[in-house]
């Protein structure tokens, strides 16, 4: 995928310029023809180009950048040319002018209206950084010139450049805008496309896989009674057969839509539930399990065995985290009288930054084993209780998941 996405790039790169540079020997030669040739002819003035500057040399030095920019477009580099012939008409014009007037008595005239093709071209490359290399380094080589030459005359096409250089940046912005917008719904198509390959793999996992699972844990239990010398490895079989079983549950539940059933649940009897059931597994990895708050919380509205779950799937990850041991902090406290926030905070490894916009997307896991399900199914029940649910998290500190719910409307 990364390597189709940058052959995308360049393939559109490529195309933009190809675009640039039709336009800029275009624009650059009509115009120096009209200045010095076909004017001066209709004002009676002398045609041709001044005295004292790079002459035709001018243009043949131009000209020698179409070689170069054919080559890094035919490297895979087509990035480097609208540097290259920015770069390069910059220093070719100054010097070209510096010859010219300098030292001389001769008024500067203005350059040439590519510089303000290079501006207004600019967002097609949907490039901040080369906006502003374009915009700097044109308006810095008239101040430059100015100086030098000692002339007022500069200030009229900064002020154009300037005036131009605005329109040109609300352009670009404009696409980075438009830009985000599409990755944003492509990135919500392709988790739409998940969702749908989830549900039509839950249903054919719950025709085809619990049955026969639930017959082999039979029997397993069984030939464990049988032949209690080899318990331990039946105990393994049976854990690993329960561990497929979950697995079927999450897809189970995220196939088929469900009618919730909300009632008045007291948020710290539900969490001293959760925390009963997984007291086990914390303490075999030598995890503490602290809460603060939840007393003093007033009841939710809430399906209380959906929550449960959203609960043990929290805790679960966060024990999980710590193999080394650690503590896992729950609080709450209400948020404008009429929400409350659970605070589910761990000592474990950690998300890098990177990463935890991805967490909760559909078989998305930083766990060898996992299977990215659970984070998935716990976000789904949070959206449906009109709760919302976010994540921070720093390396080798700890994951903090915040869950904002409504509380009773009743109390």
Not at 247 to 276: C, G, H, T, W
Not at 302 to 308: G, I, N, W
Not at 326 to 340: P, Q
Not at 400 to 406: D, T
């Amino acid at each position: 995928m990364k390597g189709y996405s940058q052959l995308t790039l360049i393939n559109e790169e490529t195309k933009a310029v190809r675009l640039f540079i039709w336009l800029f020997y275009l624009i650059f030669t009509l115009y120096d023809l009209f200045y010095y040739f076909l004017f001066p002819l209709n004002t009676g003035g002398t045609p041709g180009l001044p005295q004292g500057g790079l002459g035709i040399g001018y243009y043949l030095i131009m000209m020698g950048f179409l070689p170069a920019a054919v080559y890094f477009i035919k490297t895979g580099s087509p990035f480097k040319v609208k540097y290259m012939y920015f770069i390069g008409f910059f220093l070719t014009d100054f010097l070209n002018n510096m010859l010219i007037y300098l030292g001389e008595a001769k008024e500067f005239q203005t350059g040439n209206a590519v510089e303000l093709f290079f501006i207004l071209f600019a967002p097609l490359f949907v490039n901040k950084r080369y906006f502003w290399i374009v915009t700097g380094g044109t308006v810095g080589k008239y101040l430059l010139v100015g100086l030098v030459l000692s002339s007022q005359k500069v200030m009229v096409p900064i002020v154009l450049l300037l005036i131009f250089s605005s329109v040109s940046y609300l352009l670009v912005n404009r696409f980075y805008s438009y830009i985000d917008s599409l990755t944003a719904i492509f990135h919500e198509l392709r988790k739409t496309e998940k969702l749908a390959a989830v549900g039509q793999m839950a249903s054919v996992v719950g025709h085809e896989v619990r049955n026969p699972l639930s017959a082999l844990k039979g029997f397993t239990q069984l030939q464990m009674e049988r032949h209690p010398e080899d318990g331990d490895r039946y105990q393994i079989m049976i854990d690993e057969i329960e561990r497929i079983n979950l697995i079927a549950d999450d897809l189970m539940f995220l196939s088929k839509p469900r009618q919730l059933d909300f009632e008045e649940i007291d948020l710290n009897n539900l969490v001293s539930y959760v925390i009963s059931i997984m007291k086990g597994q914390a303490s075999n990895q030598n995890v503490k399990i602290m809460t603060e708050g939840l007393a003093n919380i007033q009841k939710v509205e809430c399906d209380e065995k959906l929550m449960k779950q959203v609960f043990i799937n929290l805790v679960k990850n966060a024990i999980e985290s710590m193999p080394d041991g650690g503590m896992i902090s729950i609080s709450a406290k209400i948020l404008h009288g009429h929400r409350v926030l659970i605070r589910v905070k761990d000592e474990g490894c950690g998300i890098m930054a990177e990463n935890i916009n991805r967490v909760g997307d559909p078989f998305y896991t930083t766990k060898p084993d996992g299977t990215g399900l659970g984070l998935m199914v716990t976000n789904q029940i949070i959206e449906e209780h009109g709760g919302n649910i976010e994540f921070e998290s720093e390396v080798g500190k700890g994951t903090a998941v915040n869950i904002s719910i409504p509380v009773s409307q009743k109390n």
